[in-house]
């Protein structure tokens, strides 16, 4: 039913991870091949390409669904429909950042030091980067005059000799930071995101299909960190179990039968695992039982 358009590049091994965990694993016949396939009924075709091309084919109609960071859709102007944020990047569950770096020794600290700082001609500022059609609308709206440069890599080595400046999206600085370079400004905050076609959206099966296929992956990625912790308790220590418990909501407890106690359950952040295993046991629990989770579906 849907063709779909899967990120290469520095997502592509976050994207097939995710989409492994949610029970829609990507089947090619090597790392390196274009073409790839989902067992599922409600995907009929995979390609993997640039995230910078996504959106435009997308838009074009090429693609129904798209993963992509929104980066790349404000760069290349697409018009498409967003299903949703997918809070995962190239190594973190945080969102990227487009931002604007300097030498670290320059004076500028702001884009309203930048003006002056240009040793292009006429005193532009040379700028080098992946997002020219960003960076250009954020320069011309605080009236930096600059010569923006395409860039098709390395964009941090080419300060100064080539550029005064680059503009690069980072998650932590760290790259950044190892090239001698500073952040002054962030242009912009980029999440992954679901994109579709908009012809595509509004067709009532594709549009179900679409949101069925959200809902697995946003449960995949609220699973993630998390595991499902089951144990018995008598009645007398069951709020000093349920006062220790953290939980996404209320503990699930139900009466055991016979009324020789109660079952907990409940879902628990991995990280606390250790710790409160034990603590739960010195309250009085029994007969704990860690589970692992799949997916998280609210």
């Known amino acids: 039913m849907l063709r779909m358009v899967l990120p290469k590049g520095s997502l592509e091994k976050a994207t097939m991870e995710l989409l492994a965990a949610a029970d829609l694993a990507v089947t090619r016949s090597s790392d390196v091949d274009y073409r790839a396939s989902i067992d599922d009924p409600r995907v009929d075709e995979v390609r993997i390409l640039r995230p910078q091309e996504i959106p435009v084919y997308v838009a074009d109609g090429m693609f129904d669904l798209g993963i992509t960071g929104r980066d790349w859709v404000e760069e290349r102007g697409s018009e498409v429909t967003t299903l949703g944020v997918l809070e995962y990047s190239k190594a973190s569950a945080h969102p990227v950042r487009v931002v604007l770096a300097v030498p670290k020794e320059s004076p500028v600290a702001s884009v309203a030091d930048l003006a002056a700082s240009g040793t292009g001609a006429g005193g532009a500022l040379r700028v080098s980067t992946e997002y020219p059609e960003l960076t250009r609308r954020f320069l011309e709206k605080h009236g930096v005059r600059a010569e923006v440069s395409l860039s098709y890599g390395a964009t941090e080595a080419k300060v100064p000799d080539i550029a005064d400046c680059v503009v690069e999206i980072t998650e932590t600085g760290r790259a950044l930071r190892a090239a ?53 308790v008598m009645a007398e220590q069951l709020n000093d179990v349920i006062d220790l418990l953290p939980s996404l909501r209320s503990p699930t407890v139900s009466e055991l039968f016979g009324q020789s106690g109660f079952a907990v359950e409940t879902v628990v952040p991995k990280s606390e695992i250790n710790t409160l295993i034990p603590a739960l046991k010195d309250r009085g629990a029994t007969d704990i039982i860690e589970l692992a989770l799949s997916k998280i579906v609210h």
């Open 180 to 232: 001698g370079l500073k952040i002054v400004e962030t242009l912009f905050v980029s999440h992954t995101e679901l994109i579709a076609n908009r012809s595509a959206a509004e067709d009532p099966e594709k549009r179900h299909a679409m949101e069925q296929i959200f809902t697995l992956l946003q449960g995949a990625l609220e699973a993630r960190g998390k595991v499902l912790v089951k144990l018995n």
